[in-house]
């Protein structure tokens, strides 16, 4: 099964094409398989062989490098200088000289050899290519279809690349299937023994924070902002979202008129997941029970980076949540260990570096027709 020498040419294009590769990268590639071929075949496999492939003819030359020396060693990688003259006039000791020699055939051997290196040198150029046009686009949302399922890993085809979604980046409880369309966020591309690989992920909260960014377009302009979020993918989500325009809700405007925006959400991540928007706040005492929402909380007391939360017994369930999932989510938020305690009176500890007995009421969210007003009236007033 020697090699067809004369289709190579037509071979070389084809491959460029289909794999979206620069047609001099193939030759390339061709070219070095050759070299291996001819060195199993012809030659030595320690000599340096070059191989060079005539695009419009067809015809392949090999070049071996050999040394200039006055008296030949070894004429696998040495010549002679009376010889190395005659191909060179100049040529002096020390010299690397090309000698031309033609190839007609490769063996068999030869052939599976340079198919081989062909092969890998292939996938090695097409994860280079890969690299550099997604390498721009980590951290951020494209879209994919599932190519297959494996047992811990889903298959991602990108469009030009293959990227791979492992379990602990999928969403807890949702199915998928060949030729799904979905949204993923490129979340890293790893650079490892076999080349880079690409991970992408529906379980990160920055999947959550892109999804609002399409739907909220106050969030370009900087009127509000996602200062933290806490995810447990297919279950709940809790997001801080702030305001930097006075008398905008955030809050209002991240849900939507009728919940339009985080409906939006919700149907790309699954129903199922629930997502809790809070307001952020810069007192801990306020941010933390605000993250604890729908919990009515009492009292919190900080010391050392801990807050024990005070709550009357009718909230307590509300407040851990299932599992322990509410408090375990708010504590991610926060940045605070939380413990949740039934409110017996007044808590009082000196030690405490903040304390709060009874947290102040929140506000009442203002109408669409206020918060216009609010926003037309800060804008004038910027204007000024």
């Known amino acids: 099964m020697d090699f067809d020498l004369k289709s190579l040419v037509a071979a070389i294009k084809v491959i460029a094409e289909e794999k979206n590769l620069p047609e001099e990268s193939v030759q390339e590639i061709v070219e070095q398989a050759l ?3 001819y060195r199993r075949d012809y030659g030595d496999r320690e000599q340096e062989v070059r191989v060079s492939i005539n695009m419009n003819t067809g015809a392949i030359d090999a070049y071996i490098s050999k040394e200039v020396v006055i008296v030949v060693g070894d004429d696998r990688f040495e010549i002679s200088l009376d010889d190395a003259k005659k191909l060179k006039k ?3 000791k020390g010299d690397m000289i090309e000698i031309y020699q033609s190839v ?5 051997v030869a052939a599976q050899t340079a198919k081989q290196v062909v092969l ?3 996938r090695e150029a097409e994860r280079e290519i890969m690299l550099a046009e997604y390498e721009g686009k980590i951290g951020t949302v494209i879209n994919g279809i599932v190519s297959r399922i494996e047992a811990r890993l889903v298959r991602i085809d990108l469009g030009k690349a293959q990227a791979i979604m492992p379990m602990s980046e999928q969403i807890q409880g949702e199915r998928y299937y060949p030729g799904q369309r979905l949204k ?3 979340k890293d591309i790893e650079k490892g023994f076999r080349g880079p690989q690409m991970i992408v992920s529906r379980g990160t909260g920055a999947f959550v924070e892109w999804l609002f960014r399409a739907e909220v377009p106050e969030m370009e302009t900087g009127a509000v902002e996602i200062k ?5 993918a297919g279950v709940r989500t809790k997001i801080a979202v702030a305001s930097t325009v006075k008398g905008v809700d955030p809050v209002g405007t991240f849900v939507g008129g009728h919940g339009t925006r985080v409906n939006a959400v919700m149907s790309e991540i699954g129903d199922q997941e629930k997502i809790d928007i809070v307001i952020w706040d810069e007192n801990p005492v306020t941010y933390i029970s605000n993250a604890l929402s729908p919990t009515k909380v009492n009292s919190v007391v900080i010391s050392n980076g801990k807050a024990k939360v005070y709550v009357a017994d009718d909230q307590l369930s509300i407040a851990i949540g299932k599992g322990g999932q509410n408090v375990r989510l708010a504590s991610k938020l926060t940045g605070h260990e939380i413990d949740i305690e039934p409110d017996k009176g007044t808590v009082v500890d000196e ?7 009874t947290l102040p ?5 203002k109408r669409k027709s206020d918060l216009e007003n609010s926003l037309l009236d800060a804008i004038e007033q910027h204007g000024e």
Do not use: M
């Open 90 to 92: 100049d040529a002096a």
């Open 120 to 122: 890998q040198r292939l």
């Open 351 to 357: 030690s405490a570096e903040e304390q709060v007995t």
């Open 35 to 37: 070299a291996a071929a």
């Open 104 to 108: 007609e055939s490769f063996g068999r």
């Open 361 to 365: 009421e929140k506000p009442k969210l």
């Open 184 to 186: 993923v966020y490129l």
């Open 228 to 232: 933290n979020i806490a995810r447990e």
